[in-house]
């Protein structure tokens, strides 16, 4: 279970840490006016800032805020079942190519995640990668990933 | 005179075969992305961008803006139907909608939704022709100072009006600035902020970040929330739908008003959803049957549906005109007409008329292909919300991944559109609104860009922008939108507190 309070604590930190990561990166930059005009870190650098001091503030109220729970644990399962077989999918697109990597994705989510009739995830996780070849590479010849299996293999 | 001219030159840009083709195969895709909840009409537009680069710039536009007419009426369909709303600007259409579907006036509820909607975009198509050649005229007056002053006004007004927390709103816009500086400055030409990543030296693109942002935000609360589909009734009685279009003229004064709110958030970018939901809200407020809002009353389906598309419409007018989109969805399109090589803003009237006017026309007849499409295929999409959602979620899923990967053939995007999801979800769960990120990333370095200038022409001096009559009111007027929200703090802890005093 996870409180409003703790999410919003989270993301403040979360965006305070990238408006600081802005600021540093952007101080070598330079920040302030030379003979060149604007120097480049400038912008980035106040836009930086701004995240930052909005972040602490945001930080200060998050404190304040109940402690109600904000995503359940059931909510927190059904996030998990999906996000980590995505996080999974992902990861796989380098090995195995997009089209090996959505079939078995699809086929593990219907199949085994949600008990699935066997055949009928079947079809759709084959239909999948055919549909994503005919529209992608053939329609609108946008190459996607093969993957380091088919450079083995020798497509 | 002139406009109408143009208007009718552009009729026979868009009415052509081909470009019907378009808005048919546009506003089906729309009404796709907007009824399946985890796809909007932002993630649909920028999944679609990267297979328009082959195309005509008007004829890629079509398609796109077509999408986007079919997705908001898309999202009204669930909306009614599911009560589950497909887009978030159909939220407040859920409130009345879906109980007068409930009573079993599915037909009329559908019908009132969708005349109101499209009276709408009549109204923003009409503003657009009348006023957005008129808005490029004064703006092509305009120099970096100027500029630089709308870009401020435009972001002021998110944190002034757009309805979320204001520090909640300003590291959106913030946060989005800095994305849109990552790569290469375009005037130093050095790198920046990449963080020793050397694939981030192309910078990031908005259309990754939309995906994310929306498409896997979206899925995760969707999933969330265990969305189920329980219909009522999506049968159409032809003969309901024209007895009810023919009553909307008496809810006149409620169609009137709507438009007008809609059209006035959608210029100034406060968006269709806030649009939707102020709309609803006011009519509550005012109208004399207030005690009949939440169980199927007309004016609660009018109200909200007439706002939210009189706002995505004339969200475009500033896009065009000025170069700001009023919406994420028109920041997505704006992106688009700069990958196509067009310049959005006053230039556009003057170089490319063809393509200006050849996108109002196809307004008009988008919009009407649009309520045609949605009431013949309103069963046909009501059958697609009964497929389970663990079935839709990867394949959603998967969709954005690909289509976040064809942006640039680059999996550094895929891996980034995964970031940009979870931090979609939190944002979407702690009311940090997205829309102004997005716009910040779109037009970021064009922001940049005028304020570099700006100083330039000053030597550094700040006194640039209170150097004439409109840059100072422009510049002031955006402090006000800033200082809005710390007022009107101010005086509600007043209101609050003085019967205590007392």
Not at chain 2, 381 to 399: G, V
Request: glycine share 10%; aromatic share 10%.
């Amino acid at each position: 279970m996870i409180s409003r309070r703790a999410l919003e604590l989270t993301t403040a930190t979360l965006t305070g840490v990238f408006g600081a990561a802005v600021v540093i990166s952007s101080i070598d930059k330079g920040t302030g006016w030379s003979t060149a005009g604007v120097d480049a870190g400038t912008f980035p650098f106040l836009t930086g800032l701004i995240v930052v001091i909005a972040s602490l503030w945001n930080l200060a109220r998050g404190w304040l805020e109940s402690r109600a729970v904000a995503v359940s644990s059931s909510d927190l399962r059904h996030l998990i079942a999906l996000f980590a077989p995505a996080v999974v999918f992902v990861a796989a697109i380098p090995l195995v190519g997009v089209y090996v990597a959505s079939g078995c994705y699809m086929l593990g989510t219907l199949a085994l995640l949600h008990r699935f009739s066997l055949p009928r995830s079947l079809l759709i996780a084959v239909t999948t990668p055919i549909a994503l070849y005919l529209v992608f590479e053939r329609m609108f010849q946008v190459s996607l990933p093969h993957g380091a299996l088919a450079d083995v293999l020798g497509f | 005179m002139d406009n109408i001219e143009s208007l009718l030159h552009g009729f026979t840009i868009a009415i052509t075969l081909p470009h019907l083709a378009l808005m048919l195969v546009g506003v089906l895709l729309g009404i796709l992305v907007g009824v399946l909840p985890g796809l909007g009409a932002p993630n649909g537009v920028s999944l679609l961008l990267p297979l328009t680069f082959g195309m005509q710039p008007v004829s890629a536009i079509i398609l796109l803006s077509s999408m986007y007419w079919g997705a908001l009426f898309g999202g009204s369909v669930t909306s009614i139907l599911f009560n589950i709303p497909g887009e978030p600007s159909s939220v407040a259409t859920t409130f009345d909608g879906y109980p007068m579907a409930r009573d079993g006036r599915a037909t009329a509820a559908l019908a009132t939704a969708f005349g109101s909607a499209a009276f709408g975009a009549l109204v923003g198509v009409m503003l657009i022709t009348f006023l957005a050649s008129w808005v490029a005229q004064v703006a092509l007056a305009f120099g970096p100072p100027e500029y630089f002053a709308v870009y401020f006004l435009a972001f002021a007004s998110f944190v002034g009006m757009g309805g979320a927390p204001p520090a909640k709103t300003v590291v959106s816009l913030a946060a989005g600035f800095a994305i849109a500086a990552i790569g290469i400055d375009t005037v130093s030409g050095s790198v920046r902020l990449t963080m020793g990543i050397d694939e981030l030296v192309k910078g990031i693109s908005f259309v990754v970040a939309v995906m994310g942002l929306f498409g896997i935000g979206e899925l995760l609360l969707a999933v969330e929330e265990e969305v189920q589909a329980k219909a009522v009734s999506s049968r159409i009685d032809w003969r309901e739908v024209f007895r009810t279009l023919l009553n909307l003229p008496r809810h006149g004064w409620a169609l009137l008003r709507s438009a007008a709110i809609g059209c006035w958030m959608g210029i100034t970018p406060g968006g269709p959803t806030a649009a939707s939901f102020m709309s609803y809200g006011i009519a509550k407020r005012f109208s004399p049957r207030s005690a009949r809002f939440g169980q199927g009353e007309a004016e609660g389906i009018i109200s909200p549906e007439t706002a939210d598309h009189a706002a995505g419409t004339s969200a475009l007018l500033p896009m065009l005109s000025l170069g700001i989109p009023g919406s994420a969805t028109a920041a997505v399109m704006m992106g688009g007409l700069m990958i196509w090589g067009l310049n959005p803003g006053p230039m556009l009237f003057i170089e490319q008329k063809d393509f200006v006017w050849g996108l109002i026309a196809s307004m008009y007849v988008g919009n009407i292909v649009a309520v045609a499409l949605v009431l013949v295929t309103v069963p046909i999409f009501a059958a697609l919300m009964r497929i389970p959602f663990f079935i839709i979620a990867p394949l959603i899923f998967i969709i954005c991944t690909v289509g976040a990967y064809s942006v640039s053939n680059s999996y550094l995007d895929v891996v980034l559109m995964l970031g940009f999801g979870i931090i979609g979800y939190l944002f979407k769960k702690l009311s940090y609104p997205l829309a102004p990120l997005v716009l910040a990333i779109v037009i970021g370095d064009k922001a940049e860009d005028a304020f570099r200038q700006a100083m330039l022409m000053s030597k550094g001096s700040l006194g640039i922008f209170f150097g004439n009559a409109l840059v100072t009111t422009l510049v002031l007027a955006g402090m006000a939108l800033l200082l809005l929200p710390l007022v009107l703090q101010v005086a509600h802890v007043r209101t609050t507190t003085k019967p205590i005093l007392d």
